[in-house]
DNA sequence: CGCGAGCTTGACGTTGTTCAACTAGAGTGG
DNA sequence: CCACTCTAGTTGAACAACGTCAAGCTCGCG
């Protein structure tokens, strides 16, 4: 019954599975239109502006979704494993990839033809519905990231990411980020001076214990606390 | 084929309309379960936290969707009239508002009475696939929202908007906003100090021909330049 | 051993907000 | 018809928040 959007706000984590809905013969239709697909860190999974064949299925892996824009590019969210990317692509008739999508470390996807994925949605009512609740779903994630990177300030913004991180992606409390500080960066949307000056003052201040890439949540709440208040 | 995000992001204006995928007898259905109301400028259309127990669709009017937080809010964007409002509220079995909206001017609602519209997505595919275009549009918008907000300098912002004003909601060079300074800086993300002194630039450079509220587009390529560049 | 990428730090400049003061027009009540 | 008040609009000056730049550091790897 949360009505605020101001955590854990960076990652997008369905909760929903829209396959479940399928007849055995609609799965059957699924695997014989999917193909797997191995990428290595760093590698891009989708290119915004080139034609979407297919959607993606994020099998085992981490990836960040962005769009693409000199001088810097603008991350959407981080998608973890067992989620949907590309999804906004079956909109009208152009089936063009709104966003890119690269892998943060090595990551096995499947990609399902888009035209399998269309028919299914319209042979299927509770499928659709499915669909429009992860659909929903990501929206409800992206007003949250939009609300953080637009009126929070440096802090908060740190102090919701590590949140984020620790609680959505690594699910403890210590974990070893695979993220270099530019890539901090490109998430908080700041430099990546302003990366590394906020997390050493979290770090003399106690609320993390941080070397080199290992990061420890000390003082959960006054994170929590920082984060809110922006 | 564009794929970049850097024009005319504020206004949601869907080309989509799902009603008419509708059976004779859904239709009835619909008309069975909605009532019309009227809002006056400024009332609250529906409020973030409380149950959504319908969609809204403006008829007529125009109408700010934003999310509230102190000490300010960020408005989602703007919605001129033949659209739906609260769809994201069908996101699983909460029925919340994610958002509040509110009218900018004198506007007429529908209220469709929110498992109506469930049922109809479960029964009608087609209908589904619908929703699922406009909610993907919507997507789109706020992608398109997000970045300039968050990667564009305040010239930029504004410069944005006016042309997002002229060319979506107006669909004239010349118009009267029923805005206030302070509801524009609102609605750019920024200090109502700072937007008048944008607009004075913008007029004193004889991009624009600004009296009181009357807005003239003097230079469009110019203005277009300062929205790409930031 | 040396090279390069990532990391770190301090100094400095820019951008945009905040604050305070002032102005103009639109009611409102005497 | 005139104060009075209230809101919206405007302006300038001070200030804070961040980004940029330049330099040096560390560590893994060829």
Same mark, same amino acid.
């Given at each position: ?9 960076? $990652? ?6 829209? *396959?479940?809905? &399928?007849?055995? %013969?609609?799965? +059957? /239709?699924?695997? !014989? ?75 096995? $996807? ?6 399998? *994925?269309?028919? &299914?949605?319209? %042979?299927?009512? +509770? /499928?659709?519905? !499915? ?83 290992? *990061? ?15």
């Amino acid at each position: 019954m949360n009505s605020n959007y101001t955590n854990t706000c960076t $990652v997008y984590d369905s909760r929903f599975s829209c *396959f479940e809905e &399928l007849t055995e %013969e609609q799965v +059957k /239709f699924v695997e !014989r239109n999917k193909v797997k697909v191995l990428f290595k860190k760093g590698e891009t999974i989708c290119k915004q502006g080139s034609f979407a064949s297919h959607i993606i299925y994020l099998r085992e892996g981490l990836a960040k979704v962005y769009l693409e824009h000199s001088p810097r590019n603008l991350v959407l969210k981080i998608s973890p494993s067992g989620n949907l990317i590309g999804l906004p692509s079956i909109y009208d008739g152009n089936n063009i990839f709104l966003y890119s999508a690269a892998a943060y470390v090595d990551s096995e $996807v499947e990609l399902i033809e888009i035209n399998t *994925f269309k028919q &299914l949605i319209r %042979e299927n009512a +509770k /499928f659709a519905y !499915r669909v429009i609740n992860v659909l929903n779903e990501n929206t409800v994630q992206i007003y949250g990231r939009f609300f953080c990177l637009t009126n929070k300030q440096l802090h908060g913004r740190v102090a919701d990411i590590l949140l984020c991180l620790a609680n959505r992606i690594f699910k403890t409390n210590e974990f070893n980020l695979p993220l270099t500080r530019n890539e901090l960066a490109e998430l908080t949307n700041m430099s990546t001076e302003s990366v590394i000056r906020v997390l050493k003052d979290f770090n003399d201040d106690g609320l993390i214990e941080m070397t080199g890439k290992t *990061f420890k949540i000390k003082n959960y709440d006054m994170l929590s606390k920082i984060s809110e208040v922006g």
